[in-house]
């Protein structure tokens, strides 16, 4: 029925001539592409903001249009939850559902089923879990979670895989691994099996695991590399590993990553995160942070760190961003926004939402900027002592 | 220091041929007017939306634009508590604090402190209240009330009453309707003896209470009349009488006011109450009903009273209310915008929010054509029936 609403433009099932991901530059070894979607171009590196349950919270798709989304994440384990693949083919797909009419990206779920600890059973067929909303038990198996994010029709996909507890032994995070590399097989033949549902192509990706092990990471990563994913992820970082053996661990992936293969870091981080991680030759970012911290009273700003809450914003009638121009139309103040969130409005949550997630915008699009200018390095490195400190 | 950012135009002190209140039109009892004020015009019958902390709950300002929001109401009680007057006069008032800058109506905060009942005690000085915040102690008095709402600058503002316990005896009633006179005349000499802070007009509205008891009510209203107010408002109501008592006590309030001020209704109601108080001559609303409900799943629209949290709606691919071209091109579905309830997701506050708040201005905008027209009694009647029944 949806595919005839006039409210939901169906996309083009795409060029067949373009491929998925094309790269336009280097500097370093930072890269700046674009990934090819049914429901439009994605320039790379891109940060995704996150909308778990197929909404950014606080935000509305016409702020996210406005400060150039150009892809938003959404989350399997809760749409399959709520509100439920049934929905979800009824409603035509995510797209059609939510009416966000540019890429999604749905994670596989593996990462909150991981999340669940006391709620979840491993086993060599997939995870055994209870919903953390009713207690009901489910399976996710590494086919069922392709077929989930079917119905969802989200453009990019992740596989299932089990997130690395950590810390970790060598030897305990090479059974998991190995684990996490089975169930990508299996989700890899499961996909080529099926057509998908809403006729535009939907892009799997793997995603790598091993600890902080480099010796795993780069097996692991060589191995998804094999299976012919249209992109490739690392997953299990930043789960309190040292800031280090993160950076490390991003290196070793990224090294045996082939370039023509788009490459995301998941869940990561901050803006210093995101621009040191675009160094080592990441492209694609999410990270809850600018949209939990807003809603915390923490701003990223080009001037610096922000807590909103601070007294010495009481009578601040300065602009929240002037770096920012998309911002700065909206014109309201750094006192009226500390009132706001003195006072529990939920305009405050709007406002610092829409600030933190056009900061992260607009980080990976200059990023880009920098790249293919050739400029990147040291204005990552200026970037990030200005955006890390806080804000005077 | 506000007044020279170019963030806060500072309107004009308004042109003094122009008279504060225009009428236009009469059909039976119900009036069509202007209210003119420095901050814009207001076309009568007018919805005022709620913006007790000096936001509307979950709008931002362009958004009130867009729905063609002409004031809105801001409460003198919670902006004296937070973020107090010192920040208000800092700031410039609350239209360049808040970058508001279309008319603002202030309510004394005299029912907010009513309602706190355990927490105040009257006396012919005024009311001593401990805040709901942090258990300070305060005193409001008819004068300090007035200077609350000179730092605020808003462009109507209301006199402290006292909003009369329901259900009072007649002689109960009337002691309290006395002392608010007694006030009222003290509001009127202070505004008298002072001038604005920021250069333009501030409109003093009276306030007629006296329980459900007619003789109460026109002597109450007749007092005010005689002090000059700019406008009058009626108080007291919506606090547990019967609807036919609330009918009754505004038709033998408006009997007795004259037909060149602006009459205002105060906290009602339904969009039935508003078009029934409208039909007995009244000229301005106010109310929580559109914003709370929203936050609640209850939507108003032109097909009548949805809850959208009802397993009916779980796939329903149809625009939130056709009837309102003005909500129409955000195209969010019915089904999506259960699922954001279901899922806690701000969108969803923010969208039914915005709903409410377009049906509501619809209402009183579509009531004045209809009064220019001379058809306002058949098609009220038609839109009641419509807008209370349960949407099919």
Known sequence: MTAKSPLHPVPSAGNDA???????????????????????????????PVGTQGAVKAMDHRSLTELDTKIILANTYHLYLRPGNDVMRAMGGLHQFSTWNRPILTDSGGFQVFSLRELRKMSEEGVEFRSHL????????????????????????????????FPATHRE???????????????????????????FPQFQFGIGQGSVYPDLRQQCMRNLVDMGFDGLAIGGLAVGEAADDMYATIDVSTSVMPADKPRYLMGVGTPENILRAIELGVDMFDCVMPTRNARNGTLFTTRGRVNIKNARWKTADESIDP????????????????HLFQAGEILGLMLATQQNVALYLWLTRTAREKILEGTFRPWARETIDRLMAPRE
């Open 18 to 48: 373009s491929p998925f991901f094309v790269r336009h530059g280097v500097d370093g070894g930072a890269r700046a592409g674009t990934l090819h979607t049914a429901h439009g171009e994605i320039p790379t590196p891109i940060f995704m």
């Open 134 to 165: 009713d207690g009901s038990r489910h399976l996710f198996t590494p086919e069922n979670v392709v077929e989930t994010q079917r119905a969802i029709g989200s453009d990019i996909f992740m596989v299932l895989d089990e997130c690395t507890a």
């Open 173 to 199: 995070a090479q059974t998991s691994m190995e684990l996490t590399m089975r169930w990508a097989e299996r989700s890899v033949r499961r996909h080529r099996e099926v057509d998908t549902y809403y006729g």
């Open 323 to 338: 770096g920012l121009d998309v911002w700065a139309d909206r014109n309201y103040s750094m006192a009226y926004l500390r």
